[in-house]
Nanobody, 120 residues
């Protein structure tokens, strides 16, 4: 199994910034899509941003212009720079990997343990 380890969550005031990091355990990450999902209280997991194996990046509309995913170097990492944080961004953030960049969380193969982001 692929192991994913997230770090970088925490508490921040509205308008602040955080940077999340995800490191995958295998070099085969180069052939896989990596993504950040989030899960707010009482809601399902929603995809925040995904980076395909060819380097293409897709963002959810609700983070465009505020969040940025790292380029594909090294291939087994995925950093998420979050600027202009809002209270609505409060959630558990998860790193995930799969062979394809599915929109639905149920289609992803491997997940990290999550890191909490709280915006007040």
């Amino acid at each position: 199994d692929v192991q994913l380890v997230e770090s970088g969550g925490g508490s921040v005031q509205a308008g602040g910034s955080l940077r999340l990091s995800c490191v995958g355990s295998e070099s085969t990450q180069s052939f896989r899509c990596m993504a950040w999902f989030r899960q707010r209280v009482g809601a399902g997991r929603e995809r925040v941003a995904a980076r395909a194996s060819d380097g293409r990046i897709a963002y959810a509309d609700f983070v465009k212009g505020r969040f940025t995913v790292s380029p594909e170097t090294p291939k087994n990492t995925l950093d998420l720079q979050m600027n202009g944080l809002q209270s609505g961004d409060t959630a558990m953030y998860y790193c995930a990997t799969s062979l394809a960049c599915h929109t639905s969380a149920s289609m992803w193969d491997d997940w990290g343990q999550g890191t909490q982001v709280t915006v007040s």
